[in-house]
T-cell receptor, first 113, second 112 residues
Framework: DAGVTQSPTHLIKTRGQHVTLRCSPI?????VSWYQQVLGQGPQFIFQ???????GRGNFPDRFSARQFPNYSSELNVNALLLGDSALYLC????????????FGPGTRLTVT | QKEVEQNSGPLSVPEGAIASLNCTYS??????FFWYRQYSGKSPELIMS????GDKEDGRFTAQLNKASQYVSLLIRDSQPSDSATYLC????????????FGSGTRLSIRP
């Protein structure tokens, strides 16, 4: 069975630009969560979506937004990129919302110059 | 105070010995607890989940949970060089069940 997939793998953007990251969950999983991980830190929660509805939001500015599609795939959008947005962006898939097990994709490495 | 605290390490353990990794959390209503392993340059991989007090064993791994002390640990028996990685403790609270809070991770090094 395919695991969580993310695209692109790597991305280089310039300050002020916009970026869209994509995620497809494990087949049968209906929830997708997004995390940001900077070097030396654990992943920081950004959003969780379940059945196309936002179920949780972390402490990130409004420049960050996300959505989930009817096929349960998801997009994370970041506007007006800052140098500090450079990080590994991780998507995690779970069967449902709530405190269950989450399985991570390979991540998208975003570099903002 | 951080919500989930781990010793950053590095923790150096000889091959074949038991590695003990510890984690404390601040939210008393936390319900779900996870250990992830992350190799350098890779994404986190779920290795254990535990939801009730006591021990849970899976192969060479044992997770221990003490909710009264707000303490979670992971024991790795017969440590192998391939166990060298960063181990992330993660906690999900009933008050905000939709998000998982991670510690900063403990770097484990198994020396031959």
């Amino acid at each position: 069975d395919a695991g969580v997939t993310q695209s692109p793998t790597h991305l280089i953007k310039t300050r002020g630009q916009h970026v869209t990251l994509r995620c497809s969950p494990i087949s049968g999983h209906k929830s997708v969560s997004w995390y940001q991980q900077v070097l030396g830190q654990g992943p920081q929660f950004i959003f969780q979506y379940y059945e196309k509805e936002e179920r949780g939001r972390g402490n990130f500015p409004d420049r960050f937004s996300a959505r989930q599609f009817p096929n349960y795939s998801s997009e994370l959008n970041v506007n007006a990129l800052l140098l500090g947005d450079s990080a590994l962006y991780l998507c995690a898939s779970s069967l449902a919302a709530g405190g269950g097990e989450q399985y991570f994709g390979p991540g998208t490495r975003l570099t903002v110059t | 105070q951080k919500e989930v605290e781990q010793n950053s390490g590095p923790l150096s353990v000889p091959e074949g010995a038991i590695a003990s990794l510890n984690c404390t959390y601040s939210d008393r209503v936390s319900q779900s607890f996870f250990w992830y392993r992350q190799y350098s340059g890779k994404s986190p991989e779920l290795i254990m989940s535990i939801y009730s007090n006591g021990d849970k064993e899976d192969g060479r791994f044992t997770a221990q949970l003490n909710k009264a002390s707000q303490y979670v640990s992971l024991l790795i028996r017969d440590s192998q060089p391939s166990d060298s990685a960063t181990y992330l403790c993660a906690v999900s609270g009933y008050s905000s069940a939709s998000k998982i809070i991670f510690g900063s991770g403990t770097r484990l090094s198994i020396r031959p």
